[in-house]
């Protein structure tokens, strides 16, 4: 059996696995040695001082001439030589091999893994997969991929807090402050353990997913050796690799967001996107501070559909914004009907403590306001069952969230979402089941076909395909 095939190794409690480190290079690689070293010792491991007393060696290399190149190489063959389990991280892990591969990978392709400069994180994980951690009475308490209060078959992804924009309405700048993007690396690594958890469907969350990566010029992180760009087209290139449904919320309309419609016609993340457009008529967007309008909205939205036909759009809109006129809010039902939007939510405008928008003029009295949120949903709740109606007779992909039972009737179903449903927040697909014995063969999180037989203005119903 080759080294690398080697699973990874298990000690008694009453000792502790050991690590041996290699670190070369300049200081900036020393620090990052010495993070790794220190997490190594906070979670129990112990630290070797040669190849053939450690479970496993850690080469922290460096890439920048060519003198520095081919020390890291032997220094990584030496230890494959005298030890066999060998992670490589630092600058040489980032460089490209003559085939575009790692260039330690093609050199030596029997190294556990590689990964780039500053990776301490994903360094780490590579450890726990070929070295099992120290038992710990306290964190072994915990599931890989943490605590949850969602179901066990979807789990909500947070890429970045806070937010750049300033919404006269909003207040969320306020507490949550500007916008921080998290590390590409740690996303993905914190999606990766959530999907091996048994996570069906990652929801990307954030206040403005469509920013993410601006605050830090689309900086790159390393995943497995590879650099990957901070930055929202990246990521779901990314995430499209782990196997789960990937659905992508609070997704402002800017440009680059057409980067992710062929993903999902190619069916390599679902066909949906929440965009939080809020209004249509540009002196409202104005005063709301919107980054978009009205027009180009409607624009994009064809330029979306045309790419990806089964694209499902939901968003939500404000109602009696203060200083919406009459005709200003026609002009928000008629984009409403010119759009054709699948899911969506209206408010009527409600003052929140600290918001701009309390001190601008002509506010909408309160019963024009809840009046224009009815109106509004009136209107949508029109093209929500045409367009659920269209989907009559096709045959759908869904996953199952719960299995109920009509003790009265007698009668099973499960509620289930396809692409075109988020949790929580949109319709359902309810499939009719047959028995008993049926529905014991569900569970949350089963996989199925369904073939849909009725629709309504929020739900659709269907059978077993």
């Known amino acids: 059996m080759k080294p690398a095939e080697k699973p990874a190794r298990r000690r008694s409690r009453a000792t502790p696995p050991k690590v041996g480190f290699v670190s070369l290079g300049c200081p900036k690689a020393m620090v990052d040695s010495e993070r790794i070293l220190t997490q190594l010792r906070a979670e129990g491991y112990d630290i070797a001082g040669d190849y053939a007393g450690s479970d496993l060696v850690v080469v922290n290399t460096c890439g920048f001439i060519d003198e520095a190149v ?100 909003c207040i969320i700048p306020s507490m949550r402050g500007d916008l921080v993007s998290r590390p590409v690396g740690a996303v993905l690594r914190e999606a990766e353990a959530l999907v091996k958890a048994g996570v069906k469907e990652l929801l990307v969350i954030s206040q403005d997913t469509s920013a993410y990566g601006v605050d830090v010029r689309y900086r790159s992180d390393f995943v497995d050796g590879r650099p990957v760009r901070t930055r929202m087209a990246d990521l779901v290139r990314e995430l499209a690799k782990l196997g789960a449904r990937v659905r992508l919320h609070y997704v402002y309309p800017y440009p680059h967001v057409d980067e992710v ?41 064809r330029a979306w559909r045309a790419i990806c036909p089964e694209l499902t759009i939901r968003s939500t809109f404000i109602a009696g914004f203060p200083g919406e006129t009459e005709a200003e809010f ?40 809840e009046a224009r949120r009815a109106r509004f949903m009136q209107v949508q709740s029109a093209i929500s069952a045409q367009r659920l109606r269209r989907r009559v007779g096709t ?35 309810y499939v009719a089941l047959d028995d008993e014995r049926q529905a014991k063969g569900l569970r949350p999180g089963s996989e199925i076909s369904a073939r849909i037989v009725d629709a309504d203005e929020h739900d659709l119903f269907a059978v077993p395909a």
């Open 330 to 369: 026609e002009h928000l039902l008629a984009f409403l009907r010119e759009a054709e939007l699948d899911r969506v939510g209206c408010f009527a405008y409600s003052p929140v403590e600290g918001a701009a928008a309390n001190a601008l003029p002509d506010p909408v009295p309160d019963e024009v306001r």
């Open 70 to 169: 081919q020390e890291s190489l032997d220094a990584i063959g030496e230890a494959l030589a005298e030890n066999g389990r060998v992670i490589v991280t630092g600058c040489l892990g980032a460089r490209r091999g003559s085939a575009g591969g790692s260039l330690v990978g093609e050199v030596h392709p029997r190294v556990l893994a590689v990964t780039g400069p500053h990776a301490a994180d994903e360094v780490m994980a590579h450890i726990h997969a070929h070295l099992a951690r120290p038992h710990d009475p306290f964190a072994d308490l915990v599931p890989a991929g943490g605590v949850k209060l969602t179901p066990r078959h979807y789990a909500y992804l947070k890429i970045s807090e806070g937010c750049n924009h300033r919404c006269t309405f």
């Open 261 to 301: 419609l062929p993903m999902m016609a190619e069916g390599k993340v679902l066909p949906y996107l929440d965009v939080p457009f809020q209004h249509s008529h540009p002196r409202i967007l104005k005063l709301m501070k919107r980054p978009a309008s009205g027009e180009r909205n409607i624009e994009r939205i």
């Open 395 to 429: 045959t759908t992909g869904v996953i199952v969230d719960a299995v109920e039972h009509d003790r009265e009737a007698g009668a099973w179903r499960a509620a289930t979402r396809s692409a075109g449903e988020a949790p929580e927040i949109d319709g359902l697909v």
